[in-house]
Structures are given as structure tokens and as C-alpha cells.
């Protein structure tokens, strides 16, 4: 991991008078609809991390759920609040974050020496040595391509235990390492489970199928955390591009109860999301008032309480 601090943008806090959305303790569902209004649901239960380094996998095993997203935006909330944030692209598809942020390599290395997380999985490099700046300070990654998908099928040697043992033994100074999983519950996924101390579930608001995908991965779940991982727990559901909508205000209930010691997150749309993928910026930086980057930004403050450089 070596470090180009001249040529990054600074990540800079939100203003506090943005239209951040309220903090509760229970998803309303007594209220009538027109006098509902959906909150950040922290429950009494619900303890920060206060302890780091930290490890959290974004998982869910349905694709377009904002896995992606939710990790470009939380790795950004993080780093503004001074944290060295490290990205693991472990999605071997090729609209993943690898294609969305920008790495800073060395000037001095060659491309045929760049690394990505295929070569940690096959012992070609350590975690450290795959690990680059982006164009955003404290903001890291481990690249990955679609070469990624040949952990699925080759199972190299220990690659259910790699990512835990490269971040739990190596010695680095990233605070928070973020792991966005691919839209499979297969060995990449597991992978990143048996690593993380913190899961988190991205969950599409309008789509009443997610519930039952959220079935599937709380039984994935329980068998990592019996088997492999007795300190994974999930610490929030993200409802991604919400809107109020009854739909919506039904899988929130679901959610809560799936997962009751957890976050509650809506993720309220964005229409430009997209644009800021075309212009290969996190949204953070292209629209720092959008609602979507004010959720994101107060999630991380409650996931990680008080918790900063």
C-alpha cells in the first residue's frame, strides 16, 4: 500500500443544516400512512463499533440491491470523518467498484505488476500489496476483474479462510475495511463473512422478492457464524432506493424483525447516482446534498459512534 497523498481529493464532512433524516428506535407501523414518516431505526439493542481495526461484508445475494453503492458511499462517510478506509472489490463482475473508482497506481509500477484480489486468493501477493489509493484521501482498494471468478470454480487452497487471515495478520493502518460482495451466496461471499466482524444487508425498498432473499442469506448466515465466524453479526439492513410507498413501509417492518438488533437504513433514491457513475466520482462528490449520500453519511456515524482520527 503505497501512498500518492499529493494527487487525492480531500473528503470533506456535510454540512450539519442538510435534510438528514430523523433517528428512532422502531419502525412505525401503528401510524396512519399519511402520518407516517420513515426514520433511521437504531434499536435500544443496537451497539456501535467502537473498536477498531474493523471488517464489515456488504452482503445479500440478489443482484441490484445497491451492494456497490453501499459501500463506495460508506467507505466515503468514513474517510471524511479521518478514518483510512480500505475497499475490497470481491464481485468478479464487470460493472463493480473496480469500474466505478478511480486508482492512483505508482507512477514507477509497472502495469504488469499491478495486483488485485484474484492474486491474494492464489498466494501471488499479500492483501497489503493489492491494496492502492484512489483519487479520494484515506480511501484504498483491492481491485478485482472478471479473472475474480475463478475462486468460484478452483476453489484455491484455504480460500474460505483467506481474507481473514491476510486482514487479521497483516499489519497495516486501515481503520475500517469495507468487503462488497457479489450477487451470489457462493465462495467469494463466504469468504468475506468468515472475515467481517459486521455484515451489511442492502435490501431494495420496492421489491418484495428481497424479503425472501433475505431469508436465504439469514440461513447462510447462521451456518458461517456456527461453523466458521462466532463474532459475525449483522449490524444494519440498508432499504436502498426508497420511497415512501406502503410497499416499502411493510419490507422496513419486515426487516426490523428479521433483524432486530440491527440498523434500519432507508436509502432514499437519487436520479443522479448514474450520472455520477459516468463520470467515475462517488456520489458524495458529484451530489454532496443528494438525500441518498445524507443517509449513507448518518449510517456511518452510527455504526461507527464517536469512533474517529
Known amino acids: 500500500m503505497r501512498e500518492t497523498q499529493a494527487q487525492t481529493v480531500q473528503v470533506s464532512p456535510l454540512s450539519d443544516d442538510l435534510a438528514f433524516l430523523d433517528i ?5 407501523i401503528t401510524s396512519g400512512y399519511h402520518q407516517w414518516k420513515a426514520g433511521i431505526v437504531v434499536p435500544e439493542t443496537f451497539r456501535p463499533t ?3 481495526p474493523r471488517v ?5 445475494q440478489k443482484g441490484g440491491v445497491g451492494k ?8 466515503m462517510a468514513l474517510a471524511a470523518r479521518g478514518l483510512r478506509v480500505r475497499l475490497i472489490d470481491a464481485d468478479p463482475q464487470v460493472a463493480s467498484l473496480t469500474s466505478w473508482l478511480k486508482i492512483l497506481y505508482p507512477a514507477d ?12 486468493y492464489f498466494d501471488r501477493c499479500t492483501l497489503r500489496e493489492a491494496t492502492y489509493q484512489t483519487i ?8 478485482s476483474f472478471p479473472d475474480l471468478a475463478t475462486v468460484e470454480t478452483e476453489h484455491p487452497t ?3 479462510t483467506c481474507l481473514r487471515f491476510h486482514l487479521w495478520e497483516e499489519e497495516d493502518d486501515v481503520d475500517v475495511t469495507l468487503i462488497d460482495s457479489g450477487p451470489s451466496l457462493g465462495s467469494l461471499t463466504v469468504s468475506a463473512l468468515v472475515a467481517a466482524r459486521d455484515v451489511l444487508v442492502p435490501v431494495q425498498a420496492a421489491s418484495g422478492l428481497d424479503i425472501e432473499g433475505a431469508a436465504a442469506l439469514h440461513q447462510t448466515l447462521r451456518t458461517v457464524t456456527t461453523r466458521m465466524n462466532r463474532d459475525l453479526r449483522v449490524a444494519a439492513v440498508f432499504l436502498t432506493d426508497f420511497t415512501r410507498s406502503k410497499l416499502a413501509r411493510t419490507i422496513g417492518s419486515e426487516m426490523a424483525k428479521a433483524f432486530p438488533d440491527a440498523l434500519v437504513v432507508p ?3 437519487c436520479v443522479e447516482i448514474g450520472n455520477a457513475q459516468l463520470s467515475k466520482q462517488a456520489l458524495r462528490a458529484h451530489t454532496p446534498e443528494a438525500t441518498t449520500t445524507l443517509d449513507y453519511d448518518r449510517a456511518a456515524g452510527v455504526l461507527l459512534k464517536g469512533v474517529a482520527r
Do not use: K
Not at 56 to 60: G, P, T
Not at 109 to 120: A, E, G, I, K, M
Open 267 to 269: 436509502v432514499r433514491t
Open 56 to 60: 464489515m461484508a456488504i452482503a445479500n
Open 158 to 160: 484455504g480460500y474460505e
Open 24 to 28: 428512532v428506535t422502531d419502525w412505525d
Open 109 to 120: 509500477l509497472p502495469t504488469d505488476q499491478r495486483r488485485s484480489l484474484t492474486d491474494v
Open 50 to 52: 467502537v473498536d477498531l
Open 136 to 143: 479520494y484521501e484515506n480511501l484504498y482498494l483491492v481491485p
Open 68 to 75: 456497490t453503492l453501499t459501500t463506495f458511499e460508506l467507505g
